[in-house]
């Protein structure tokens, strides 16, 4: 018999540190965040305002895709309520995902990209936002499961 292990040098402690925890039994949360990018190539933060959960961290626009919801649907519907901007189906661009037990839920988050939208940022719900540089992404603190989806972009951009 063939062991698979045979045919690749990487051994289990070359594996990054585990953020899934298969054995918990967590229900999934899929949540659809984007990645607006302007014309210089910074990307657009958004604080978690105060009274949410991680709040004061800095994320990716979007939030949790409704039953009967695709989510590039949510994603429409949520940059129009939290930014007042629109956007189309069109111009998401599906980028990478993240997947990672937080201790209640595990989150499923596809990151979108995209660079064209209609309108003006225009926080709608008292949240701070940020236009950032990929090098500047560093400094503000984002939720764990945003951490591989930051390096995955600044590999990109
Ligand atoms: N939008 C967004 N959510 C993220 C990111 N990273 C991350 O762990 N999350 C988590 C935080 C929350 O547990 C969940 C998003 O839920 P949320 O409560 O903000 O969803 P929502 O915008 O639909 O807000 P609400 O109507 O439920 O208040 O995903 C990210 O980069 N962007
Ligand atoms: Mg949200």
Known sequence: MIDASDNHPYTDEDCPPPNVDPEAGLPTV???AIALIDIDGRVLLAERPAGKSMAG???FPGGKVETGEIPEAALIREVREELAID???ACLAPFAFASHSYEKFHLL???FLCRKWHGLVDPQEGQRVKWVRISG???YPMPPADEPLVA????FL
């Open 152 to 155: 995955m972009l600044r590999d």
């Open 87 to 89: 956007i189309s189906a």
């Open 137 to 139: 992404l560093s400094d």
């Open 109 to 111: 988050m596809p990151l």
């Open 30 to 32: 899929l949540v659809a």
């Open 57 to 59: 961290l800095w994320e």
